[in-house]
């Protein structure tokens, strides 16, 4: 067996027969510890690296386990001929798994021993060395988020400025290495204006290599987790971004830019 089979790392679900977050059918892995604290984020107990309960239905559950990559792959496996009929495969997300670049790069290098199609969802908070030597070589299609363009209000809304992720944006596409798609939510009180939507999309247009970009409408499916979490809600009742103001956000974007946009992943 290879060796990198033996690194582990913290997960906190894994979920089959996705259709998001990647072509085909996938399997995501979410990888457990964020350095963002966004305040809609919709898997709040990704957030903190350790392991904690959560209460779901009334039932206290743990949320976060040791595992190999092995052990991960084991799972992953199991739908090989789903796989292979859609050019599917696995996709990391989290959480932020750069903050496990060395588990990371070892689930992505399996899959690709694998012959899977390999996504990552993440915002790209890590020096880009690691980026590049963790992660590219074993990456398909990096969906990276880019929420805000202004520092300030980044830092305000997710915690940290979004200098580096920003930087690595661009030093992403300009490895060609890998497809990169840039994926915004849409977050009421944000960033849900033409204004600053344009600022983003502009700013992935001139990528280079970049031609798609998806806009995810905020939800409020994850305020029960945060009940369960006994942690504060900081949404409120923000509203949901109705659909016509997602498809005047798309046809603008579409209108200043060359990118093509899509509603949701
Ligand atoms: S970056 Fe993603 S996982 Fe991390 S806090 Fe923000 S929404 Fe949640």
Redesign the pocket.
């Known amino acids: 067996m290879k060796e990198y089979m033996n690194e582990k790392g913290r997960i906190f679900d894994i979920q089959r027969y996705s259709i998001h977050d990647g072509i085909g059918v996938r399997t995501i892995v979410f990888l457990k510890g ?5 305040r ?5 107990e ?2 903190n690296y350790d392991i904690e309960n959560m209460t779901v239905n009334g039932k206290v559950k743990t949320m976060g386990r040791d595992v190999s990559v092995e052990d991960v792959m084991k799972v992953v496996k199991r739908d090989l001929p789903y796989y292979s009929r859609s050019d599917g495969g696995l996709t990391l997300s ?3 798994s750069l903050l496990q670049p060395a588990f990371s790069s070892a689930l992505l290098r399996a899959a690709k021993d694998m012959g899977l199609n390999t996504a990552l969802e993440s ?1 790209g ?1 890590a020096e880009y060395s690691v980026i590049e030597k963790d992660i590219l070589p074993y990456l398909d299609t990096y969906l990276m ?1 880019i ?1 805000h363009m202004d520092p300030m209000k980044h830092k305000e809304w ?2 940290k400025e979004n200098t580096l992720m920003v930087e690595n944006a661009m030093k992403i596409a300009k490895s060609g290495m890998c497809k990169l798609i840039i994926r915004v ?1 849409v977050v009421p009180g944000f960033n849900d204006t033409e204004k600053e939507l344009l600022d983003i999309a502009r700013y992935a247009d001139s990528l280079p290599g970049v031609e798609n970009i998806h806009i995810l409408p905020y939800h409020n499916y994850a305020m029960g987790k945060y009940e369960g979490l006994n942690r504060p809600y900081s949404m409120g009742d923000a509203k949901i971004p109705e659909t016509d103001r997602m498809e005047a956000f798309k046809k603008a974007i579409e209108r200043e830019t060359h990118l093509n946009c899509q509603i949701g992943g």
Do not use: H, V
């Open positions: 964020c350095a963002l604290r966004c809609w984020c919709c898997n709040p990704s957030q989290g959480g932020e915002m908070f988020d929420k997710t915690g939510p």
